[in-house]
């Protein structure tokens, strides 16, 4: 399992750092905050196989949209001029954090 | 349920989630190579404050240049207002002034009167050195003084008693007359057959010509005072 997933990491990132996509500045701070949304999903996805409660479309949709919402959100939050971004980023760190610690937990008791 | 599923899954996450990451590093690393996101608004608020400046300097450059330019033509102007005021001052005997010209010396008879002789006949008198000054003035003098009186336009030459007035100074004879010109028209202006210096010479009067390369006359030392007289300015003038 986590075998696959850094695996997995590993080659996204190459083929990333390979394809000659780059984003716009402009559009950096809401693909950052899509990102930390779909890090949080992926941790959570991670805690919850561990927990043996895994649904891959819950997953995966929540990967998505999570992204997507994080990101609309904080494009919302400039528009309007506050920076919803910031509760996207709290929201997502806590959770990732919360995350994080569970799964250590499980990775300490299984080991 | 750690199913071959829930696997592909979490992989096919985790390489989207791969790309991502890396498109952003690479982005991220372009805004740090060129410029941080902050820092864009301060910099383009403050090109916007440089080019409002650099806009207000240019506008003062090109009134300054305006006023340059007006300052030049209004320094032509003065100086050319300061040669006329100069050359009316000459004109009018307020400055001094040095130049060739005659020094003409009238000095009553010495002669000894005889018995039934008018003695008023050897005596220098006003109307003497008026009718001169005209001669000196019909013969081209720029400037002229009578005992070290300079004459200006509102100069009288009257008699007054045993004296004569020159600017309501009192002069006394030797009278010398100083006048700048050019010393050969002026000599020979006075000097014309049956001229008033002649006629004088004639009565007994002792005259002196004597004609100087560098002759100095002072100026008007009284006061020019307008309480009557107004200048009218033509309104093409004026303009």
């Given at each position: 399992?986590?075998?696959?997933?850094?695996?997995?990491?590993?080659?996204?990132?190459?083929?990333?750092?390979?394809?000659?996509?780059?984003?716009?500045?402009?559009?950096?701070k809401y693909?950052?905050i899509?990102?930390?949304?779909?890090?949080?999903?992926?941790?959570?996805?991670?805690?919850?196989?561990?927990?043996?409660?895994?649904?891959?479309?819950?997953?995966?949709?929540?990967?998505?949209?999570?992204?997507?919402l994080a990101a609309g959100l904080a494009y919302l939050g400039d528009s309007l001029g506050v920076d919803l971004y910031l509760a996207a980023v709290l929201v997502f760190?806590?959770?990732?954090?919360?995350?994080?610690?569970?799964?250590?937990?499980?990775?300490?008791?299984?080991? | 349920?750690?199913?071959?599923?829930?696997?592909?899954?979490?992989?096919?996450?985790?390489?989207?989630?791969?790309?991502?990451?890396?498109?952003?590093?690479?982005?991220?690393?372009?805004?740090?190579?060129?410029?941080?996101?902050?820092?864009?608004?301060?910099?383009?608020?403050?090109?916007?404050?440089?080019?409002?400046?650099?806009?207000?300097?240019?506008?003062?450059?090109?009134?300054?240049?305006?006023?340059?330019?007006?300052?030049?033509?209004?320094?032509?102007?003065?100086?050319?207002?300061?040669?006329?005021?100069?050359?009316?001052?000459?004109?009018?005997?307020?400055?001094?002034?040095?130049?060739?010209?005659?020094?003409?010396?009238?000095?009553?008879?010495?002669?000894?009167?005889?018995?039934?002789?008018?003695?008023?006949?050897?005596?220098?008198?006003?109307?003497?050195?008026?009718?001169?000054?005209?001669?000196?003035?019909?013969?081209?003098?720029?400037?002229?003084?009578?005992?070290?009186?300079?004459?200006?336009?509102?100069?009288?030459?009257?008699?007054?008693?045993?004296?004569?007035?020159?600017?309501?100074?009192?002069?006394?004879?030797?009278?010398?007359?100083?006048?700048?010109?050019?010393?050969?028209?002026?000599?020979?202006?006075?000097?014309?057959?049956?001229?008033?210096?002649?006629?004088?010479?004639?009565?007994?009067?002792?005259?002196?010509?004597?004609?100087?390369?560098?002759?100095?006359?002072?100026?008007?030392?009284?006061?020019?005072?307008?309480?009557?007289?107004?200048?009218?300015?033509?309104?093409?003038?004026?303009?």
């Open positions: 399992m986590w075998l696959v997933v850094i695996f997995c990491l590993l080659i996204g990132l190459f083929i990333g750092f390979q394809i000659p996509v780059s984003f716009p500045v402009l559009y950096a693909m950052s899509a990102i930390l949304a779909a890090l949080d999903s992926v941790f959570g996805g991670i805690r919850a196989y561990m927990e043996d409660g895994f649904d891959s479309t819950i997953f995966a949709t929540g990967f998505v949209v999570n992204a997507l760190g806590v959770r990732l954090f919360q995350n994080l610690a569970i799964i250590r937990r499980y990775l300490m008791k299984k080991y | 349920m750690r199913s071959r599923n829930a696997q592909i899954t979490i992989a096919i996450v985790c390489l989207i989630l791969g790309v991502m990451l890396a498109i952003q590093f690479k982005t991220q690393k372009t805004i740090n190579e060129s410029l941080k996101t902050g820092r864009v608004e301060e910099l383009s608020q403050s090109l916007i404050e440089v080019t409002k400046q650099r806009d207000a300097l240019y506008e003062e450059v090109q009134e300054l240049r305006d006023k340059l330019q007006n300052i030049r033509q209004v320094d032509q102007a003065m100086a050319d207002l300061q040669d006329e005021i100069m050359k009316a001052n000459m004109a009018a005997g307020l400055v001094p002034v040095s130049g060739p010209g005659i020094i003409l010396t009238l000095n009553d008879s010495n002669r000894t009167l005889q018995s039934g002789e008018n003695p008023n006949y050897g005596i220098v008198h006003d109307y003497d050195i008026l009718t001169l000054v005209n001669e000196l003035r019909a013969s081209g003098a720029e400037a002229i003084a009578v005992n070290g009186e300079r004459l200006t336009a509102v100069s009288e030459i009257r008699c007054a008693g045993t004296l004569i007035l020159v600017n309501w100074v009192r002069i006394a004879p030797p009278y010398e007359i100083k006048a700048i010109g050019d010393p050969e028209m002026l000599a020979s202006g006075l000097n014309l057959r049956g001229g008033h210096l002649e006629t004088i010479k004639i009565l007994g009067v002792q005259t002196n010509l004597q004609k100087v390369d560098k002759l100095e006359l002072p100026a008007f030392s009284g006061a020019m005072k307008f309480t009557h007289a107004q200048p009218v300015i033509l309104k093409n003038e004026a303009e």
